[in-house]
Nanobody
């Protein structure tokens, strides 16, 4: 399984971006796909995941939405009302057999994309 993350960039606070995670080698509906983010010097943070239904971290609820397109074999992260504290490298991760209680744990995922940088200016 290979994951290709894209869509990052520079945006002003309050703006929007949509990240894409294109999968190859397995259908996305046979995987749990998640988004994590990391700021240099800080721990990796769970953002959202899609198993049977979407789940979002409290810090992004109401602003970010994860969705899945089985035809395009891609998972998206729509990010609205962006804040400077959302600035990070965003990674998509995939795993099979990830249980609900482990979805926010990066160690549960076998496959990782290369990361895409999101910078939100104030």
């Amino acid at each position: 399984v290979q994951l290709q993350a894209s869509g990052g960039g520079l945006v002003q606070a309050g703006g929007s971006l949509r990240l894409s995670c294109a999968a190859s080698g397995r259908p996305v509906n046979r995987l749990v796909i998640a988004w994590f983010r990391q700021v240099p010097g800080k721990e990796r943070e769970f953002v959202a995941a899609f198993k049977s239904y979407p789940s979002h971290a409290d810090s992004v609820k109401g602003r970010f939405t994860i969705s899945r397109d089985s035809v395009k074999n891609t998972v998206y992260l729509q990010m609205n009302s962006l804040k400077p504290e959302d600035t990070a490298v965003y990674y998509c991760a995939g795993g099979s057999g990830v249980i609900q209680s482990s979805m926010s744990n990066g160690a549960a995922y076998n496959y990782w994309g290369q990361g895409t940088l999101v910078t939100v200016s104030s």
